[in-house]
């Protein structure tokens, strides 16, 4: 993994803790920001991240990934890439919710998603298609990469869980076997010799436990 030749490497490494977050409220693209708590865990990643020495920061536009990404850059000096295709799955009459709300209201739709089958929650996004519009912008961002270079991608639970399995060749149905990321917590892709390969996951655990739109 740190020898010379190893290829390119992705980091996976979701945005810190929001107050809808603590709510158990389905987020999607509304934009809410960083609690204190999400402040600091951003910055004690950030450090620790900082010793893997990226190459490039890529990040969704939406505040609680955008901040978080800035604890990496102030700490690296490295600029961050804000892109609309990294924000999290749009989830239309769902966001705002909490997950009793959503069950009690559109209990079918729930369930369905639930059984892994493709739903538009909230009328929203397929989980298919929020991994057409990220994973292209994360493969631009690896062929920019020098050799053997890193690359950090800040993301929300959902868009991680889709790109990872997306980038990993599971079929959709098996994406959920993916578990997902805690607050500030991250995953590794490095590319071997038939593809990509997973290399940790849920690094960085605080332990908190994992709390999103994903779960």
Not at 27 to 43: K, M, N
Not at 71 to 89: D, I, K
Not at 176 to 187: A, K, M, T, V, Y
Request: aromatic content about 6%; some cysteine; proline content about 5%.
């Amino acid at each position: 993994m740190n020898g010379p030749g190893r290829g390119p490497r992705v980091v996976f490494w979701r945005h810190g803790q929001t107050s809808w977050n603590l709510e158990g409220r389905f987020q999607g693209t509304t934009d809410i920001a960083l609690t204190e708590t999400g402040v600091a865990q951003a910055r004690r990643a950030a450090r620790l991240l900082a010793a893997l020495g990226p190459d490039a920061v890529i990040a969704s536009d939406l505040r609680r990934a955008a901040d978080t990404a800035a604890e990496l850059s102030a700490v690296t000096g490295l600029p961050v890439a804000r892109h609309q295709a990294l924000r999290e799955t749009y989830a239309g009459v769902w966001q705002g919710l909490t997950n009793a709300e959503i069950r009690q209201k559109y209990g079918e739709d729930y369930a369905a998603w639930k059984r892994g089958e493709p739903v538009r929650r909230g009328g929203g996004e397929l989980e298919t298609e929020v991994a057409d519009r990220a994973v292209p912008v994360i493969l631009e961002a690896v062929e920019k990469l020098p050799a053997d270079g890193t690359l950090v991608v800040v993301s929300h639970g959902g868009t991680i869980r889709t790109s990872l399995g997306r980038l990993l060749g599971l079929e959709p149905f098996h994406w959920e076997s993916l578990g997902g990321l805690s607050n500030c917590c991250w995953s590794v892709l490095g590319r071997g010799a038939r593809g990509w390969r997973l290399l940790e996951h849920n690094a960085g655990t605080l332990p908190e436990p994992v709390i999103g739109d994903d779960t």
